[in-house]
T-cell receptor, first 114, second 114 residues
Framework: DGGITQSPKYLFRKEGQNVTLSCEQN?????MYWYRQDPGQGLRLIYY???????QKGDIAEGYSVSREKKESFPLTVTSAQKNPTAFYLC?????????????FGPGTRLTVL | AQSVAQPEDQVNVAEGNPLTVKCTYS??????LFWYVQYPNRGLQFLLK??????LVKGSYGFEAEFNKSQTSFHLKKPSALVSDSALYFC????????????FGQGTTLQVKP
């Protein structure tokens, strides 16, 4: 988990509310990723960014949005359009987008919809 | 389609015995394979990766993995299990496209009993 921080650790959302999950890294990595983890399903990619001011949709981007205004920060907003947002959200980073680069993960944020 | 399969939901071993967590993959092009471990309510910790070269890869905490191209497998092993190894283990393969994403298996719970 070293070098990547996520906040908050736990987050509760009411129906129809947007929430933003924070991800910060001090590893000087160019690439950052957001994954969603559901029980028994492994991790699925939501969004990724290989460079500042640029990001791309992953496999399950609907109902989510991101920004990458600074190299060290990649916040994820879960909008009210996301129908089933209760999950564990993991942010990751790697030095670049090369296939050989290792992705390192933050400690995660557990989001629960009330 | 690219995919990773972990055929066992749970593996049980006695402390001190060798352990194996199985993983098979399907990917176009060269496979870049990773193993991660996750403790409850924590992020993923990187254990090891195979990029090229020696088929036996050594990683953190005494773990190693054997790459077998003909069987498209990348099994995780440890000669002597510890109770503290009990956790959720994920195998992943790097996507062949330029997204840089990891494709994860569904995870295997390792239970080491004293």
């Amino acid at each position: 988990d070293g070098g990547i921080t996520q906040s908050p650790k736990y987050l509760f959302r009411k129906e129809g509310q947007n929430v933003t999950l924070s991800c910060e890294q001090n590893l000087n990595h160019d690439a950052m990723y957001w994954y969603r983890q559901d029980p028994g399903q492994g991790l699925r990619l939501i969004y990724y960014s290989q460079i500042v001011n640029d990001f791309q949709k992953g496999d399950i981007a609907e109902g989510y949005s991101v920004s990458r205004e600074k190299k060290e920060s990649f916040p994820l907003t879960v909008t009210s359009a996301q129908k089933n947002p209760t999950a564990f959200y993991l942010c990751a980073s790697s030095s670049g987008g090369a296939r050989t680069d290792t992705q390192y993960f933050g400690p995660g944020t557990r989001l629960t919809v009330l | 389609a690219q995919s990773v399969a972990q055929p066992e939901d749970q593996v049980n071993v006695a402390e001190g015995n060798p352990l194996t967590v199985k993983c098979t993959y399907s990917v176009s092009g060269n496979p870049y394979l990773f193993w991660y471990v996750q403790y409850p309510n924590r992020g993923l910790q990187f254990l090891l990766k195979y990029i090229t070269g020696d088929n036996l890869v050594k990683g953190s905490y005494g773990f190693e993995a054997e790459f077998n191209k003909s069987q498209t497998s990348f099994h995780l092993k440890k000669p002597s299990a510890l109770v503290s190894d009990s956790a959720l283990y994920f195998c992943a393969v790097r996507d062949a496209s330029n997204t840089g994403k990891l494709i994860f298996g569904q995870g295997t719970t390792l239970q080491v009993k004293p």
